[in-house]
């Protein structure tokens, strides 16, 4: 076991640099890789590993947020959890959950919204209504001890499934190992080790529900990490086996924090209101944001993750465009000083918006800025940026 964990812990390496192939953090570490990951490997079989400090800072766009990023040795440890359980918090979860997960995301999202929308109605013959809700401050109100119980519950079941049925499932897994790896996760309050990147006046403005530093006591989860991106699934998992078994809603769905219902009885989903609002609190500690209930007629159009549906077609929402224009109005010299954002900007809104009849908008909107040429350029489609110094 302990070669596979040395294996297994390579593997975990590659996949966290993915995406981060040219930070600072990314490059120390990769100097001293072996040495580095031969500390991990011996801390995990000693299980004296402990999480390290993070970066706490504020972004402004698309808006303002708080993020703690953690080192890339943390970073490492994330992804081999991740890897060792993603595929068993996979089997519970329900097909409509979009977010952190393989093959899903927002424009599978999108789609099953449009299915939805066009079952319930049988397609825009019959009227249906949708119900939107988003929570308050979801990742901040987060209760770890709870969240460890179901992470715990989850795994013990599949290991007792593997040793009691003789079912042939993540055999390499050493569940003492992720037992223990989940609750260093899970409890580690950010807080107590933070380094704050600026200075703390930047965080006036930001809502107090979206702030680790005014969280509940044994609540939070930083924003940006993989596991806490697992986690928030994991959370709600049972709120949506409730929704679909208990309130018995067929057109359902949810992407994080932010989810919908939809149902052919307005006063149905009305009265849906109440009964969520209680299983939230009572069985989760989290509450509905109150000024984000969105209650109206399918022909009204559905806003969900940066489009708006409406009967046979599929908008992008203004603020979403908005948003790209302002990311690409920073200007060549921000750019210049971090040309992986300037990548990874132009895919992310430029893959989002393929799908839906924005050509001439994107195209308008990329070669106003013909200084980005120097750094690549845009297949003919105008689906996606290439830079070939980015990998």
Not at 63 to 85: C, G, M, P, Q
Not at 362 to 375: E, L, P, Q, S
Request: proline share 3%; net charge positive.
């Amino acid at each position: 076991m302990s070669k596979q964990l040395l294996e297994d812990l390579i593997k975990a390496y590659y996949d966290a640099r993915r995406n981060k192939r040219n930070t600072m953090n990314q490059l120390k570490f990769e100097l001293r890789m072996e040495e580095r990951l031969m500390a991990l490997h011996k801390e995990l079989v000693e299980r004296t590993y402990r999480v390290g400090r993070c970066v706490a800072f504020i972004i402004e766009h698309p808006v303002k947020r708080e993020v703690f990023a953690a080192s890339f040795a943390d970073r490492v440890i994330h992804h081999l959890f991740f890897n060792y359980t993603n595929e068993i918090f996979e089997r519970s979860f329900i097909d409509d959950c979009y977010s952190c997960r393989k093959g899903k995301g927002t424009s599978y999202g999108i789609k099953r919204l449009d299915h939805h929308i066009r079952s319930c109605s049988e397609n825009y013959t019959k009227d249906a209504y949708v119900l939107k809700l988003d929570l308050s401050g979801y990742f901040m109100n987060i209760d770890r001890q709870i969240l460890h119980d179901k992470v715990v519950g989850v795994l013990m079941k599949y290991a007792d499934r593997k040793n009691n049925c003789g079912e042939k499932f993540n055999e390499a897994i050493d569940y003492d190992l992720v037992l223990f790896l989940a609750k260093e996760i899970v409890f580690h309050d950010p807080l107590q080790s933070c380094y704050i990147r600026g200075n703390m006046s930047e965080w006036k403005g930001l809502p107090t529900d979206k702030s680790l530093f005014t969280s509940p006591e044994g609540c939070g989860l930083p924003i940006g990490n993989l596991t806490s991106q697992l986690f928030s699934n994991v959370y709600l998992n049972d709120f949506d086996q409730w929704v679909k078994r208990d309130l018995k809603v067929k057109h359902y769905g949810r992407y994080v924090d932010d989810f919908y219902l939809i149902h052919p009885s307005k006063e149905f989903l009305v009265s849906c209101i109440a009964k969520i609002r209680d299983y939230l609190h009572d069985s989760l500690g989290i509450k509905l944001h109150p000024k984000k209930i969105y209650l109206q007629h399918i022909r009204r159009g559905v806003p969900f993750l940066g489009v708006i549906v409406k009967p046979h077609r599929t908008y992008m929402n203004r603020r979403a465009i908005a948003n790209f224009k302002k990311a690409m109005a920073k200007g060549e010299r921000y750019y210049e000083r971090h040309p992986q954002e300037l990548t990874s900007t132009l895919n992310s809104y430029l893959g989002l918006m393929y799908h839906y009849k924005t050509y001439k908008l994107r195209k308008g909107i990329v070669d106003k800025h013909d200084w980005i040429y120097k750094y690549g350029w845009r297949d003919a489609s105008c689906k996606k940026f290439i830079n070939e110094n980015i990998t």
